[in-house]
Nanobody, 122 residues
Framework: QVQLMESGGGLVQAGGSLGLSCAASGSIFSIAAMGWYRQAPGKQRELVAT???????NYADSVKGRFTISRDNAKNTVYLQMNSLKPEDTAVYYC????????????????WGQGTQVTVSS
């Protein structure tokens, strides 16, 4: 089985910065893409940023220029550096690992972390 362990998040004032990290553990052979999604109260979960194992990135328009995603393939870890935070960035941030292939199987599965709260005060 695969577990995603998130860390980071918390409370910050508008204009501040926070960093998130997420490490995938288990008998993992490869992970096609890792990334971050967020869900604000009363809203649907939305993509924040993703990165493939080859380094291709995808960002939500609302975070372009402010957030940076990075990844350590050897450690199966993904990071999200969030700068110039705004109150509208307040949400629970979820780590996602997509296209995970285990050493014991050729099936591809997706996994989610438990979520970490990011609160930006005005």
């Amino acid at each position: 089985q695969v577990q995603l362990m998130e860390s980071g998040g918390g409370l910050v004032q508008a204009g501040g910065s926070l960093g998130l990290s997420c490490a995938a553990s288990g008998s993992i052979f490869s992970i096609a893409a890792m990334g971050w999604y967020r869900q604000a109260p009363g809203k649907q979960r939305e993509l924040v940023a993703t990165m493939t194992s080859f380094g291709s990135t995808n960002y939500a328009d609302s975070v372009k220029g402010r957030f940076t995603i990075s990844r350590d393939n050897a450690k199966n870890t993904v990071y999200l550096q969030m700068n110039s935070l705004k109150p509208e960035d307040t949400a629970v941030y979820y780590c996602n690992a997509a296209g995970v292939v285990l050493r014991s199987s050729f099936n591809r599965n997706n996994y989610w972390g438990q979520g970490t709260q990011v609160t930006v005060s005005s």
